[in-house]
Structures are given as structure tokens and as C-alpha cells.
């Protein structure tokens, strides 16, 4: 039995307080009247006690509600699992939403390498690409021997332009005059007085070289001397030497390095000197490496690099290519009169950024040479 004093001012009030916390079972055991507080027995205040006790039973069945309303230590376990397995489910269902968005992500991005894909394969592949679009004028200009990469570059360029059929020729043309005019020189003065022809074997430098001669002296009235390095063909020197008596002009050969402050030396009083030598290979390291040593002899000259018609471009690129070295040169381009590929030159200048000085067009000196007219060339390109 659990029994318990309460204390309250009145009967009514300690009976309350007793039953709130034992409950409605607990049993009265007495009432009684009592004085608390005050000092020394003065001021004492009355009071009322009440004497209240609890079955055992009852007791029990206190501690059992008791216990329902608490959680035991089960339950307690029960719920910080269920807790944790939210937690997990929850952080799983965060991270399926990454997933998500970054298969999304990867879903837009293959979308949009699709139509990537898909405006790279029009403008080649396709039924609208360039090559079909403008399927005429791409055969016409690669009948005229424009590279592919040329053409391609040409045709993107114009593709947005609202030109009609008709006119787009003469489109075609002053794109082309527009885009190469600044590698046409208005004249060529011959200002330097050294002048040297370098270039692949056979191309014809020795006979440009003479038609130029030629031209200097009977138009312009120059005194012209000749040099020559090529001392590799036995008639090389002979060939020169013919075109050498024909003008009047003195001619030296230089058999080495060694020699050529001599020769030149020797050709001192000419106004101008043309240099020729020997054809060589851009696949010949050694030979170009002698030339580079050649070129490097005289500080103030003037180079052509003689480029024949009739070569394919891929090769014409990588004589450009070994050409590099050289920071400032010009072109001639040979033997026009052996190719229908006119559109070479547009790929020299579109490869080479260099002027074109000169075009020929047959073996006759000094007859076949003329300057280099890009409008005649465009012309000759749009030709059908
Ligand atoms: N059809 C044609 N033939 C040319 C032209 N220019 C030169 N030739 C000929 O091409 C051949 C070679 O000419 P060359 O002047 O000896 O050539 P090269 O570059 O000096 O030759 P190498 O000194 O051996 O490297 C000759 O038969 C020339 O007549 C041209 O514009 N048209
Ligand atoms: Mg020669």
C-alpha cells in the first residue's frame, strides 16, 4: 500500500490534490487540522492535512498506465531504425533525383550532338549540303582544277547570300577579285638588284628567267648580267649561256659557295643580275639545305619561286610548305598553256598568301610570259 500526507487550505482542496495524483481509487485514511509557517509560534497559518493511501493492485495498475504512456526501450530501438530507414530512403531518393537530372542532362546533351551531327552532315553529306546545292557550280569549278577545300570555302561563304541562279557567276567572280586583288601587284619594278629563281626541277626557271631578261632589257633598257649555280645538268650552263649571248650579257658560274662574292663581284657594273639554279626536289633535305645556305648569301634580293600549272595542288602545298623559310618571295606560275586547270592559281594564292608576279604559257622567249592578271584568271575559272 503506497500512502501519502497532502496539505492544502481547506479539506476540499487536499482531498483534490490527493486523487490527482494517486487517481480516483486512493482511500482517506484521516483529516486533520494543522498550523504551519510563522515566527516562534506567532503568524502560524491553518491548514488541513489529509492522509491518503493506494491498494496495491491499484498501484500496479498506475505503474502499468504509467508505462503504456512512456515508451519502453524496444520501442525507443523501433523508432530510431524506422528514423534511420527514412533517412536512408530519403537520401537514396535524393540521390535517384541526381541520377535523374544528370540522365536528363546527358539526354539533352546527346540531343544536342544530334543536330550538331545533323547540320554538319547537310552541309556536306545531305541532300541540301553545299556540294548538291550548288552541284553545277561545283562541278564547273572543280573542272577548273579549284581544290576541294577551295571550293568548299567559296561556296560556305556565299551560302547565305539570296543571289538567283542567274547572277551568281558574276557573283562568284567579284567574290573571288574581291578576295584575292591584294596578291596582284600593280607593277613589278625588279627595285632589288639581285634577282633569284628557285623552284622544283624542270618548271621552268631558267626559261622564265630568260624571258624576264629579256623583257628588262628591250623595255625597260637595263643592263642585266647572268649567274648560275646549276652546275648539276652538263647543258645548264650552255642553255643560260645561249639566252646570255642572244641579250649581250656577261654570265658567271659559280661552282660553289665560295664563288659567288667572286661573281658577283664580277657583275658589279650590270644593273640587274639574274640568278638561276639548279631544280631541286623539296623532298631533298640536303639540296635545300644548300639552297637556304645560297639564299642566305645576299641580304638584299629578290625570290621567285617558279610553280608549274600542270602540278597537282597537294604538291604545289608542300613546295609552299618547305618554301616557308623564306619570309618574303614571290610567284610565277608556269605552263598554263598545259592545263585546263587554271583554277591552280586561285589555290597558289589562297596557299601561299604571296604575290603572283608572272604567268606563262609556252616556250617561247621572250614571247610567252605575261604579268599576272587575276581578272583574266578569275574569267578564265568561271568559263563554262
Ligand atoms: N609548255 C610550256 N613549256 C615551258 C614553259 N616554260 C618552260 N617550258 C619548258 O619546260 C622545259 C624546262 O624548262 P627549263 O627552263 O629548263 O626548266 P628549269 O626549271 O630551269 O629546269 P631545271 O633547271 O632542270 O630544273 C623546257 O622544255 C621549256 O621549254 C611554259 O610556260 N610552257
Ligand atoms: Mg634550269
Do not use: W
Request: hydrophobic fraction near 40%.
Amino acid at each position: 500500500m503506497q500512502i501519502k500526507k497532502f496539505v492544502a487550505d481547506n479539506a476540499q482542496e487536499a482531498i483534490k490534490k490527493a486523487k490527482n495524483e494517486l487517481g480516483d481509487n486512493a482511500v482517506i485514511l484521516h483529516t486533520k487540522k494543522i498550523k504551519t509557517g510563522g515566527i516562534f509560534g506567532f503568524l502560524k497559518k491553518e491548514k488541513v492535512e489529509v492522509l491518503a493511501a493506494l491498494e496495491k493492485q491499484q498501484l500496479e495498475n498506475k505503474m502499468v498506465a504509467l508505462k503504456e504512456k512512456n515508451l519502453d526501450n524496444r520501442d525507443i530501438k523501433e523508432i530510431q531504425f524506422k528514423d534511420q530507414v527514412k533517412k536512408q530512403l530519403d537520401k537514396i531518393k535524393y540521390e535517384n533525383e541526381e541520377v535523374n537530372t544528370l540522365n536528363r542532362e546527358i539526354q539533352e546533351l546527346k540531343q544536342m550532338i544530334k543536330k550538331i551531327n545533323n547540320k554538319v552532315d547537310i552541309k556536306f553529306n545531305d541532300e541540301k549540303s553545299i556540294k548538291v546545292k550548288f552541284k553545277d557550280y561545283y562541278n564547273n569549278l572543280k573542272r577548273k582544277g579549284l581544290s576541294d577545300e577551295l571550293i568548299e570555302n567559296i561556296l560556305c561563304d556565299i551560302e547565305d547570300v539570296d543571289i538567283d541562279d542567274n547572277k551568281f557567276e558574276a557573283y562568284v567572280g567579284k567574290y573571288l577579285l574581291d578576295k584575292f586583288k591584294i596578291y596582284e601587284l600593280n607593277d613589278i619594278d625588279f627595285d632589288k638588284k639581285i634577282n633569284i629563281f628557285v623552284g622544283a626541277t624542270g618548271v621552268g626557271k631558267t626559261t622564265t628567267l630568260a624571258k624576264l631578261a629579256s623583257e628588262v632589257v628591250l623595255q625597260k633598257d637595263k643592263k642585266v648580267g647572268f649567274l648560275t649555280l646549276d652546275t648539276y645538268r652538263i647543258s645548264a650552263v650552255d642553255q643560260l649561256k645561249t639566252y646570255a649571248d642572244i641579250l649581250n650579257a656577261p654570265i658567271e658560274v659559280a661552282y660553289d659557295l665560295n664563288d659567288v662574292s667572286y661573281c658577283i663581284e664580277k657583275l658589279k657594273n650590270r644593273d640587274l643580275i639574274f640568278v638561276d639554279t639548279a631544280g631541286r626536289s623539296h623532298k631533298n633535305k640536303k639540296h635545300m639545305k644548300e639552297l637556304k645556305e645560297f639564299l642566305n648569301c645576299f641580304k638584299e634580293k629578290e625570290v621567285f619561286l617558279v610553280l608549274s600549272a600542270n602540278c597537282n595542288i597537294d604538291d604545289i602545298k608542300s613546295i609552299i610548305n618547305e618554301y616557308s623559310f623564306l619570309n618574303d618571295y614571290k610567284i610565277i606560275v608556269t605552263k598554263l598553256d598545259e592545263t585546263d586547270n587554271i583554277g591552280i592559281v586561285l589555290d597558289i594564292l589562297y596557299n601561299s598568301n604571296k604575290f603572283i608576279t608572272y604567268t606563262t604559257f609556252g616556250q617561247n622567249v621572250p614571247d610567252d610570259i605575261e604579268k599576272f592578271d587575276l581578272k583574266k584568271v578569275v574569267n578564265e575559272v568561271l568559263r563554262r
